[in-house]
């Protein structure tokens, strides 16, 4: 079933991509609390908070930032994972842990242009940095405050090092739709600090892990009102080689809100997976799979310029029945919505001449 998928990542990565191809990964919660058919469903923070967890890899373009197409799913449950990397499923593992092994999976595939791989603050983990980079991976993670970074013969936290930098401003940006001001600033740093282990099955902590020197880059990314408040600061740490800018850096981790558009169209805003009914995570799975297929052609189908295909576009949304924003007439969810409309009528006039809906109609 996700074949499919696989085989439009690297089309849709040499057409959409110029120098890298971008893969967001994220974790997100599957509620199915009222579902009590589901016997395979795990407790993830409290006794109502059950269901499965989704581990998906959404490839994005490095120029516009759109999204092009998952590239991973995983599916836990209670016991198991089940995965589009594997034909069975697999032992559960930490989000990282098994991180680590979709990394180097996804690299492997041998892709035409080379991938950067973007996480948020759950990846501030210098053990996995330092795995990744001996698998080759090139990665860009939203670093925390306080471990310590090296820089120049000491050890200062991130955020008080991104006070001493020097900040260029790149250009206006919207705020929570306010115009700000947008500025960056980077610097070499090491890292060297030991790796702390999650605790082991008998419950002891394991002592923190030593490990080699880690030369990366951290990228400050500033947003300021008209009156110079600092209203966000992102502080990012990445192996991406020189060439690529620190405002190019902070562009690409601006991108990865990306993979939560698609969490949002597969649950609450067009494929509403919490109200699905199969009865375990394996049935659930393939599902998803089927249904991410459909994100991708509506995604296609959002990045099109083509008369015909603004004209589709503009068709789609009126027969959606969803709201727009005037600044931004055409969405990803009534595409979706719309399409489903479309695809529904185009059966009904198999099965039906069109003036009997119309007698039909006629007479209620």
Request: with cysteine; aromatic share 8%.
């Amino acid at each position: 079933l996700a074949r499919p998928l696989l085989s439009a990542v690297g089309p849709l990565l040499d057409e959409h991509c110029e120098r890298y191809g971008l893969v967001m990964h994220d974790w997100s919660r599957i509620n199915f609390g009222g579902h009590t058919s589901k016997t395979d469903r795990r407790k993830m923070t409290h006794k109502t908070d059950v269901g499965y967890d989704l581990q998906s890899s959404v490839l994005v373009s490095d120029v516009s930032g759109k999204p092009l197409a998952p590239v991973v799913h995983n599916l836990m449950n209670a016991t198991q994972v089940y995965s589009t990397m594997h034909k069975r499923p697999r032992a559960c593992e930490k989000h990282l842990d098994e991180l680590t092994g979709r990394l180097s999976w996804i690299d492997a595939r041998g892709w035409n242009k080379p991938l950067v791989h973007i996480v948020d603050r759950e990846a501030d983990s210098v053990g996995h940095w330092r795995a990744w980079s001996a698998q080759g991976n090139l990665f860009l993670v939203r670093a925390k405050n306080a471990p310590a970074v090296c820089f120049e013969g000491q050890q200062i936290k991130p955020i008080d090092l991104a006070e001493r930098l020097v900040y260029r401003t790149t250009g206006e940006v919207l705020y929570h739709g306010r115009p700000a001001r947008h500025s960056v600033a980077q610097v070499k740093v090491i890292v060297t600090r030991k790796a702390k282990p999650a605790q082991s099955v008998d419950g002891k902590r394991v002592a923190p892990v030593a490990g080699a020197p880690l030369a990366l880059r951290l990228v400050v990314s500033r947003i300021h009102d008209a009156q110079g408040q600092l209203l966000a600061q992102w502080l990012l740490l990445t192996n991406v080689p020189d060439t690529v800018s620190d405002q190019t850096i902070a562009r690409w981790y601006y991108y990865r809100w990306q993979i939560e558009s698609m969490f949002k169209l597969l649950k609450g805003a067009g494929q509403q997976i919490e109200d699905w009914l199969q009865d375990d995570a394996q049935a659930v799975a393939r599902r998803l799979v089927v249904a991410s297929c459909a994100c991708v052609l509506v995604w296609q189908l959002a990045a099109a310029t083509s008369p015909k295909a603004l004209e589709i576009q503009d068709f789609l949304v009126r027969i959606s029945g969803r709201q727009t924003k005037r600044t931004k007439p055409v969405t990803a969810p009534a595409l979706l919505n719309g399409l489903w409309l479309l695809l529904s009528t185009l059966t009904l006039l198999e099965h039906y001449d069109i003036d009997q809906p119309k007698q039909y109609a006629q007479f209620v």
